[in-house]
């Protein structure tokens, strides 16, 4: 619709439903601003040169035009009520996440039954594939479902890379460790504050494998500037296949250090340690 040009100055979009409603939205904006702004400053501009000075002319005493007063007063009205029920109409399918497809993953749980509340929303069907984002100085932590029935410890996390199903609504429980962070891939929608002691969400969904690129969006320190994110997606089969070999391999390095601190006890003596 719009000049590729034009893209350059609106919202990235193209990775999940939400970005491209906030992208849309923002377009048609633009374009009802942009026909405002060349009607506004054409007709300015024609009446610069229309009725410029001229020597020994005498310009119309004109005072006050109802007609055309009330005319503006209702059109800027109209046009303000128009963008009201536009962004109304979008805001639905930019905060509520649909459900995911047939072909999504298979690991997707009821992830609102654990807590209610009015700004975490979850698809009609109740099913998301719910992630936890820390936000710590300076890395970004994901945390997955999976965890032990009986402890509800040991779920699968990583680092930097948040690897996600594609086809699957993913919805993102974001919570900061120390100070206040912002998750914002852009792609993906819009921008949330991690906040410690205090729960954001958002959620995204994505049709096709690929790669999407973020960065925290609040200075949150001398290592802010290193604090990148990126979100994997991959085919439902794939993510299940990578999140039970990420398992695997934090029960490894748990075991690994394990040993490893039995050793060190044992070397030292851990009465020693704690009454010396
Ligand atoms: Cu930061």
Redesign the pocket.
Known sequence: MLPATLAFFTPESGGSPNANQIDSLYKIILVIALVIFVAVIGGLAYALVKFRARKGATPAQIRGNTRLELGWTIGAAAILVALLVITFVKLGSIQNPPNSDAAGASLVGESGALYASAERKLPPSGKSLNITIV?R??IWQFVYPGANEKDGLGAPYSYEELVVPTKTTVTLDIVSADVV??WWVPQLGGKFQAVPGYHNYTWFKIEKPGVFRGQ??????R???R?IATVKAVPPAQFEAWLARQKQLIAEANADAQVARAKLKSQVGAGQVENP
């Open positions: 936000g100085q300076y962070h912002s925290c969006a609040f200075l949150c320190g290592g802010h500037a604090m």
